[in-house]
């Protein structure tokens, strides 16, 4: 079983169906999450549940996809669970939810998203994939994450396949 665990938007795991992955269930802890008409959009079960959203994942589970997921995961989640994140920020650098504010501060020429394994600290799992842009002198948020958003969509569906193919 796959599921994706997302708190928002869900174009991440929209993204990630439209490539082909099938995905089981979703599980949202936010009940006004648009990521709950996507999941009715392609006839996938969800869950809402905004304090027990760990105790929600099947026995059988042999991946868990963050997508927007902002809320921390236990130690013995992550050591029962593979799960897999992708982030806005070339990691190490920029952990958090601010990333791309925290990337045009600091003046980096180049930025990007990071696909990583979760462990129990933020942002802190082992890299699995990175992509770069640039980060142009006229940037600001809002283009600057459209642009990192942009190759979420590509490398996370494409790394996601990959460690599918060792599981």
């Not at 599980?27 to 905004?50: D, M």
């Not at 003046?107 to 994939?129: F, L, N, P, Q, S």
């Amino acid at each position: 079983m796959i599921v994706c665990m997302a708190s928002g938007n869900g174009s991440n795991f929209e993204a990630i169906v439209k490539s082909g992955i099938k995905i089981d269930l979703v599980i949202t802890n936010r009940p006004t999450a648009r990521v709950i008409e996507r999941a009715k959009k392609f006839n996938i079960p969800y869950i809402f549940n905004s304090v027990e959203y760990e105790e929600c994942i099947p026995k059988d589970t042999k991946l868990v996809i963050l997508a927007g997921f902002m809320k921390i995961l236990s130690k013995e989640f992550v050591n029962k669970y593979p799960t897999v994140n992708i982030h806005p920020s070339l990691l190490p650098s920029f952990k958090g939810a601010n990333a791309v504010p925290q990337a045009l501060d600091s003046g980096v020429k180049i930025a990007g998203c990071t696909v990583h394994w979760v462990d129990e600290g933020m942002d802190t799992g082992k890299i699995i994939a990175q992509k770069s842009c640039v980060v142009y002198e006229d940037d600001n948020e809002h283009t600057l994450h459209a642009r990192i958003h942009e190759l979420e969509h590509q490398i996370y569906a494409q790394t996601i396949k990959q460690i599918l193919r060792t599981l």
